[in-house]
Structures are given as structure tokens and as C-alpha cells.
């Protein structure tokens, strides 16, 4: 049986893979899965690269990998490509050369724990966003959703204890965290207006090389990791990781879902990051899930679920 992707799917070279996700749920929550992974490695990588290295090293293995199933793709869109730089300029400039990197930064500086809680206020910065632009209205219900979702990450983050996470207050790690929130926002919106003419996976390509460009100069400025440093299996393993997961797979499935339900109800699927982040840290770091992470999870799922069962509201 031959499955059909849609006019939004790839029109080349990955076509055959990502049109076996024909549910945009199940890519958002892959790439929910694999982005958790991220910040498990970052954390780990914190001491050995610096951040705008880590993201440098992390894409340009990316594309090494991805060009090959791509490349006629790109070649066979480059008029297109011409046509639309602004956009994938844009979407290099943010979603991969700054969010990430400011990722880093305040993995530097924050807890992962600051650093996911800061996080799950993407999607009502993203539904704020789109209600701005004027792409879709929220109703009641998606409101209310989103409310929950948000409470139930909250309580898995914190593991139940708000006060203490706020009772020092917001470093520069957590400062650095809400622009990558901005950010990530400003790239979730403009993937809404990627043309149906232009596949996501020539996009993501374009992508990358304008962020390697873009972070090349200050890669090259910098000095500011050893370059033995890239001799340590663990350290090769966790760029492999950010690089095929968390990087190609990972922003396929993520613009996949974007295309098939709207950059607002998409980023519900941002909160599913607590919860497998708490999943990953039992086998890496032996923690065991308590109470508040199983209520959290549970209120971050009943969140996403009111979300998809009642649709945004057209704006007019």
C-alpha cells in the first residue's frame, strides 16, 4: 500500500519517511521526545564545548547527514529557494542558529529543571503570537487547555515545590531561556508561511546552511573549546545524538505537525518535553518518578487532550 502525502509533505528525498507520519500528533510527540534528549545532552556537554560550538558541530554534522537525501531536492528547488530566502533566512537565523545556542548559554547557568519550566510557556507565547498576527483565535476551551497543560508542567518540573524553584529568583540562564522562548516562537509562526511549493525538507536544508554561516564567524573568533575535546567517545555520542535526533529528525516531525494543525496547537506537544524528560533522567541519572511527577503528567496530557478536541476559532 502506497501512502499519498499531502501538497504540505516533502516533495523529495524524505519524502517515503515522513509520509509514513500521517499523524501530526504522533511526529510533534517524537520530536517532543528527541528535543527532551537535547537538554539531557547539553547539560551533560556543558563543561567540555562551548555553546555556540556545541550548536555549530551539532548542525554541520546534521547536514552531512541529510544532504545526501536531499540534495536533488534542493537542486531541483533552488528557484524557489531564491524566491523565498527571506523566509528561510528567518527560519535559520531562529530556530536553529539562536534558539538553540541561547539553549546552551543557559545550560550553562540555570538547572535543566529552570530551564524546561521557562520552557513550557512556548505555547501560550506561541498562541499569544499567532493571535497577534492574526493567524487564529483562541476559545474557552483552548484557553483552559492550555492553563492545565502549563499547571501539570509546572508541578513535574518543580516536583511539586513552585516556591522553591522562584525563592532566588531569575538568573541569566533563565533570562537566556525566555528569549529562546521568543524566539522559538518567532520560528513557529514562520513556518506557517512556508509556501506549499516549497518542501519542508529543501527548507530545513536551507536552513542549516544559512545558520552555519551565520555562526561560522563566531565559531572561528571564539577559540573557545579544545579541540581534543572532540576525541571523547561521550562526547561524540552526544553530538551524534543532537545531530541525527535531535536536530534532522527531530525539526521534520516538529514542522510536519506545524503544516498539519497550526503553529498553536502544535505547541501543546512542547509540554510533552517534562514529561519525557523525567523518563530520560530515570535510566541516565536513576531518579525515580514520584507523586508530583505523576500528577503533572497526568494534568499535561488532559491539557493537550482538551486542546485536540476543540479547534482554534478562525480569526476574522
Known amino acids: 500500500m502506497s501512502l ?16 509514513r507520519f500521517r499523524s501530526p500528533r504522533l511526529a510533534l510527540t ?13 547539560r551533560a556537554l556543558r563543561g567540555q564545548i562551548d555553546p555556540v560550538t556545541l550548536n555549530f558541530t551539532r548542525w554541520l554534522i546534521a547536514i552531512l547527514v541529510f544532504a545526501p537525501f536531499v540534495w536533488r531536492g534542493v537542486r531541483a528547488k533552488r528557484a524557489i529557494l531564491r524566491r523565498e530566502w527571506r523566509l528561510v533566512a528567518a527560519l535559520g537565523a531562529t530556530g536553529i542558529a539562536a ?35 492574526g493567524f487564529e483565535r483562541p476559545n474557552g476551551r483552548q484557553a483552559l ?29 533563565d533570562l537566556w531561556m525566555l528569549v529562546s522562548v521568543a524566539i522559538w516562537t518567532a520560528y ?7 509556501p506549499a511549493d516549497l518542501p519542508q525538507d529543501v527548507t530545513l536544508a536551507a536552513s542549516i546552511v544559512v545558520a552555519l554561516v551565520l555562526l561560522t564567524p563566531v565559531v ?20 551524534g545524538y543532537l545531530a541525527v535526533f535531535a536536530s534532522v529528525l527531530a525539526f521534520l516531525f516538529w514542522s510536519f505537525g506545524v503544516s498539519q494543525l497550526g503553529a498553536s496547537r502544535a505547541g501543546q506537544f512542547i509540554n510533552l518535553m517534562p514529561i519525557f524528560g523525567a523518563a530520560l533522567a530515570f535510566p541516565v541519572l536513576g531518579e525515580i518518578p514520584g507523586p508530583p511527577q505523576i500528577v503533572g503528567a497526568a494534568l499535561v496530557l488532559c ?9 482554534l476559532t478562525p480569526w476574522r
Open 99 to 133: 534558539f538553540h545556542t541561547l539553549n546552551y548559554f543557559a545550560l550553562h547557568t540555570t538547572s535543566a529543571t529552570n530551564a524546561l519550566l521557562v520552557l513550557s510557556v512556548a505555547p501560550i507565547a506561541i498562541l499569544g503570537g499567532a493571535a497577534l498576527v
Open 303 to 311: 491539557g493537550i487532550g482538551i486542546v485536540e478536541r476543540w479547534r
Open 188 to 194: 513557529s509562526l514562520l513556518l506557517r508561511r512556508r
Open 30 to 42: 517524537l520530536a517532543a521526545l528527541f528535543w527532551s534528549g537535547n537538554f539531557v545532552a547539553g
Open 145 to 173: 487547555g492550555m492553563a492545565v497543560s502549563v499547571a501539570g508542567a509546572a508541578i513535574l518540573i518543580s516536583r511539586g515545590d513552585i516556591e522553591t524553584i522562584y525563592s532566588g529568583g531569575f538568573n541569566s540562564g
Open 4 to 19: 499519498q502525502p499531502d501538497a504540505h509533505a516533502p516533495a523529495v528525498g524524505a519524502k517515503s519517511f515522513i509520509a
Open 220 to 239: 572561528a573568533l571564539a577559540h573557545a573549546t579544545d579541540p581534543a575535546v572532540f576525541g571523547s567517545p561521550p562526547v561524540l555520542l552526544g553530538i
